[in-house]
């Protein structure tokens, strides 16, 4: 079947012209023209600000001027993931989509679910001449993904709505009101080169699932890097390593799927036998949760440069004390991830290293504690560290108007409680929230799987009851006071 004939016709009709458009992080000048051109044809008012977020104004259908204004709010960007052997541009190709019972993946790539199904789900709405609605401002924000940058961009007096609607939440009974604030740390050095010494040997680890450092944080996935390590730092004291090249993982909010490294050993039998020994280990740790994961240790024949054994231990050191995953849970909200870090990429090429992490927290000291632990592990092996993109997180309001309308609708189209929750995710309310802070804000949307990760999926039932949801919503919004 065409996508672009399930059921709501209108929201994968959009879908499927929205992921026609390259929109990667940092690079969405594409999809910023084609979203403002889908205003401006239909003859609603359309304005690009300074830093490229879209925002599109529609008035009241008729008999809904006296209701509270609403802000419908989805971010462009998308996270590029692809499997290690598709070949694929995101700058330059649309993603290839199909439908695999009830669900819609991509062919490879990620699929852009994450939040192209909310920015489809608007053009949805701006379109329609049948759906009531209050006044609407349509709010597309640009560059979520790797920094916030268009939610922090945005700047006051820019909206007027009374109640924000964010479309990215990825489970369909949940209702957020809250979410973990961010930042990046990234160490960084470079390395004198120098002759390889011992026998050269090749790692891969690859077939890990990966998924969202925030969402899928506590699942237990595997991080290819921390295996990496792992692998490493078995042979530190019985080797003289001499580290050649890493590259391990991708983006900062990407749990890494691969990792790959060649270094230089003084015995090479001794070293895979051992390494070995940690594979069969590591593989038995993941069995019931990372079925795919594949660990091959093997001699590499081409003899290249490489930084001194006492610059590699250093490396493999901190690779081997880095935090990775849960920090602490929340002692406020049950089941609630409060800070992590995903050690989301390390990558060593000619002497030049590069780690990146990102640490979260719905609570800006333990943020901050997280991040100076990484400082100091990295610090200590020599590295220099560098915050940035820090942003807050969004406080949970529990008994705002809007958060009663959505569980009574709920209740009364789906037959049970809806779960209100936070989340430990960076989503864009805690930013806008700061420069609006009267505004009552939610979250919510259909329900996808894998995100961050080629193997992302939107559930087409939950497409229709979301959409079912929303329209409901907007017909309901309560009078202004």
Known sequence: MEITQLEPQIIWKNFA????????????????????????????????????????????????????????????????????????????????????????????????????????????????????????????????????TGAMGLKPGQLHGQILLNLDTEEDDEID???????????????????????????????????????????????????????????????????????????????PREAFAVLSVRNSIEFIENANVLRKAILEEFADVEKDLAINIETFSTPEKAISDENSARIILALKALHNGVYRMSPDVADL????????????????????????????????????????????????????????GWKPKPGSEIVKLMERIYEKDFGSKPHVVA?????????IGANYPEMEMVSFGPTIRGAHSPDEKANIPSVQKFWGFLKEILADIPAKN
């Not at 192209?116 to 379109?127: D, F, P, R, T, Y």
């Open 17 to 148: 012209a929205l992921n026609a458009v390259p929109r990667p992080s940092k690079k969405e000048g594409k999809v910023i023209e084609f979203i403002k051109n889908f205003g401006e044809n239909l003859g609603l008012e359309t304005n690009v600000d300074e830093i490229g977020n879209v925002i599109i104004k529609k008035p009241a259908t008729s008999g809904m001027e006296d209701r509270k204004s609403i802000v419908l709010q989805s971010h462009l960007d998308m996270v590029c993931q692809k499997n290690s052997d598709i070949n694929f541009d995101f700058e330059t190709q649309g993603i290839e989509m199909e439908v695999d019972g009830d669900w819609v993946k991509a062919k490879g790539t990620t699929l852009g679910a994450d939040n192209g199904l909310g920015v489809a789900s608007i053009m949805s709405i701006l379109e329609s001449n049948d759906i009531p609605h209050p006044a609407l401002e349509a709010l597309f924000t640009i560059d979520e993904e790797t920094g916030m």
């Open 177 to 255: 009101i809250g979410c973990a604030g961010g930042i990046d740390v990234t160490a960084t050095q470079n390395y004198e080169l120098e002759e390889s010494k011992g026998q050269i040997i090749k790692i891969e680890i690859k077939g890990l699932q990966g998924g969202h450092s925030g969402m899928d944080i506590h699942k237990g996935f595997g991080n290819a890097n921390v295996i990496l390590g792992r692998l490493l730092f078995t042979g530190l004291y019985t080797q003289n390593i001499q580290l050649i090249s890493i590259d391990g993982g991708g983006l900062r909010n990407a749990i």
């Open 337 to 392: 991830v409060e800070a992590s870090n995903n050690v989301a990429r390390v990558e060593l090429k000619n002497g030049e290293l590069k780690i990146l992490n990102l640490s979260r927290s719905s609570v800006e000291s333990t943020k901050f504690a997280v991040a100076e632990q990484l400082k100091a592990v990295c610090e200590l092996a020599g590295m220099k560290v560098e915050f940035s993109g820090s942003y807050p």
């Open 423 to 431: 989340c430990h995710a960076g989503l864009e309310c805690g930013i």
